[in-house]
């Protein structure tokens, strides 16, 4: 038996007769470098190849598994629990990061976890005078305040400065943060007297606080989407996820499944003891369908909307996604090499939509220019991306330009 991550679905094992991907909604399982593989659908062709069976499992599964693999139904939780009652809280109109509830519901729950999915202090500043803010130099976004380590830092691509003192366009001493991420929800919370535990991607010892937080009394456990991520607390009563429609905002086809998941997944992590427990769920959008899926634990009709909307607009698992990214140091490159590849693909006949190229946010130093080919059919199109790229990859006026191809982005 191999036991491992992604890349151990490559494991040089004769007569496999058994491949479990566990979990298997967790979009880690696409490598978003090169090779761009995702190892769910390796696991499918190497089951295939071995006549293997093929075990994926998971509380919110994706549409695409859903619809193409054979259903097997754990109709109880494995502790035998009912899954806890989830409370919606409108927060449209307040301003505060936590509603008077949560903060009650925190402060009389022994031991509860907070999830929020922004990491640092707050996710952006600018000046009170002139508008002024503080964006990246190297990639147009902004620059998140991380407050321990007294820095602003771009989660893209890594770039630090110091906070700053006063405005560099107008001198005003007035700068304005605004945004809660995790380390100002920690704040606030050990503010309110509540010991407190943090989890995420600036925590230098992950499985050091998971274990504090175990061993606590009571406290909460504050983090990222890596506090959702199976772990087992029988003691945590009381599940928060705060701005549950974070990544709904998204310009991405799969933000309902990702709001979906993380929310469920959340709601599965509370009340896994016998004194049972709750969830709340803080949102800006309390009728939007994987909200509302979520917290009636709706998985199966969560994924018959799904399914249907993406038929509908001929999405995944109903059409092929191929992503174009060309960039350059200038824009114009970029978007003539992306101009270039559409122009191929139309004359060749794609089998599909090309839709673009449009402008990606400027990225390490990169102009970036996007192209999409929506295909219903997935080996001639895959074809026709190869060609494409051969033929204007390697023309001279392309020079400078860097190209990248995703079948399957997520
Ligand atoms: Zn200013
Ligand atoms: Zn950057």
Known sequence: MCVGPRSAVFAPLADVGLIVVDEEHDPSYKHEGDPRYDARRVAAKRALDAGALLLCGSATPRPESYRALRRLRLSRRVDGQHPPPVRTIDMRGTDAALHPDTVDALATARKSIVLLNRRGWSNFLDCRSCGHAWMCPNCDVALVLHRAGAYLACHHCGHRERVPQHCTECGSVSVARHGAGTERLEHDLAQLGLP??????????????????ERAERGV?????????GHDFPDVTLGVVVDADATLRFPDFRAEERTFALVAQLAGRAGRGEAGGRVLVQTLAPDAP???AATQHDADGFLAGELARREALRYPPFATLIKFVCSAEALPPAMAAATALADHLRAHGVPGDVLGPAPLFRLRERERAQLIVKAAERRPAVRAAGAAVDAVAGAKEHKGVSFSVDVDPQ
């Open 221 to 229: 456990l504050i983090g990222t989407q890596m506090v959702a991520k």
């Open 290 to 292: 994987s909200i509302v």
């Open 196 to 213: 407190t535990f943090r989890l995420d991607a600036d925590v230098r010892d992950p499985g050091g606080a998971l274990r504090a937080f």
